[in-house]
């Protein structure tokens, strides 16, 4: 483990949670589309949920075991298409997208910053924010399949 304190690690990570939440506020503010402006609502409320848990964790009122969540599927679809360019009246599914693509990084950052770390409440607190990321990610991946490729009558 590096020098970095638990109180430095948290403080990184309940920054990257705000600036997350302007992100998608900011991009909330971008798109036309109803359904898609929720979509974007609901993961902001996401990012304000986990600053609020890590505020808990940091001030001592929660456990190890305080943040509990199944794991995330792996669509992938990030990985294969190139992040859209944030312009003004985005589609929904380049909305979705752009999303997909910020929530895969804050996954990384979080399993990245848990590596750094021995064994112990810190790393599992980490590892389960990367999990959460990556669920946000899927559902992220999930609309956009469902936006870019919409069911036909046909099947």
Known sequence: MTDTSLSDVLDTAIQREREAYRFYTDLKARVQ?????????????EERRHEAFLLDYKAGKLGPGGLQMRQAIQYKVA????????????????????????????????AELAALHEDGDL?????????????????????????????????
């Open 33 to 45: 589309e109803n359904s898609a402006r929720e979509a974007i609502a609901f993961i902001a409320a």
């Open 123 to 155: 790393r599992e607190m980490l590892l389960k924010m990367a999990n959460e990321e990556l669920k946000h990610k899927e559902k992220m991946e999930y609309l956009y399949a469902n936006t870019a490729f919409p069911q036909t009558d046909g099947g």
């Open 79 to 110: 990985e294969y298409l190139e992040e859209p360019e944030i312009v003004e009246d985005m589609s929904s599914a380049d909305v979705f997208l752009v999303a997909a693509h910020r929530e895969s990084r804050s996954n990384m950052f979080y």
